[in-house]
């Protein structure tokens, strides 16, 4: 087959991440994809060029520009894809569009989180959009009930859980205890604690950091290390130095070997108060690093409390540090519920599992365009 996946970016986000393993999935099995980048290229654009997967830059110079596409629709004509793979509300609309004017068979959207930011018009513009798609993609039942709840659909979703990478793929070296708290500047003796995502209101850092300053205290051996960036960052470490200290809570930025770093984590913590599903989490539960996050859809997806994992309600630090305690007074059973994530993340987010499906899904489309047409 010939796919084409639209994105805006190939920003360091979780839905971008899902594209390039996708891309160097199909790619590895055979079939012609290209990779359309709405706005602009991105840090993992890289990562698909290394592995022989076209990158194509439409450049949209801002919210409404036309000319962007008219660029992507002439890219689709060139191309002549079987498939359209549209991936969240830029791409999902400028690239629908011109698959439907480049006459492409089968158009595709994909919905990756919950959106609460959406106002009625983005509802509107998802909704006419669907009557022109085959299907729309999405990797949790929570994204697809919120979207339901809004007015689409609900039996054109198609629920294809994030693929994750293999430990053993993921790390290129393993690295000791003592070189990963040397990377992290935490002394000997600390217990970690890692929280991996984007420093913005969505993942509510401030929680994260009044919860490291409470456990902290109680404990007197903990460090929450925050790794991400975001644009909230100057304003969370004003934050962190006026109510904690970079011995309780350290920011590390944007990092490169957090996979290496993961199997030193003595617990994992997500606060977000919406996701679709983070990788992040997967990528934790997959190391064996036990996992607190907060009580929302998409974390249930992955989290089952105290059989894989720990919620707690959204905005509650107590809850969080009472769970936390609980995980650290409780080793045994935290091995036994990590072990158990563990084997939930291999046993339903393999990697091969999660192109597998994409491929079935387009080839069965296809084969439904190709009967409707005879």
Known sequence: MKIALVIPTMDRGGAEKQVVLLAKGLHESGHDVRVFLLTRDGHRSEELRAAGVPVVVIGKRFKVDPTALFRLKKQLVDFAPDVVHTWLFAANSFGRVAAKWAGVPVIIASERCVDPWKKSWHFQIDRRLQKISQAITT?????LDFYAANGLDPEQFVVIPNGVESVESAVSQAIDREEAFRRLDIPAGRRLIVAVGRLWPQKRVRD??????LLATARGDTTLVIIGDGPQRDELLRHRDSVSSPLHVRFAGQREDVAELLPHAEQFWIASEYEGQSNAVIEAMLAGVPVIASNIPGNRDLVIDRETGWLFDVGDEADLVRSSLAAFND????????????????DDFSLDAMIRR???LYERLLAECERAKS
């Open 139 to 143: 990797n949790s039942s929570g994204v």
């Open 208 to 213: 994260l950091i009044w919860a490291g300053e």
């Open 331 to 346: 080793p045994d059973g935290s091995h036994r519920i990590s072990k158990q994530a563990r084997q939930r993340i291999v």
């Open 358 to 360: 994409h491929v079935e």
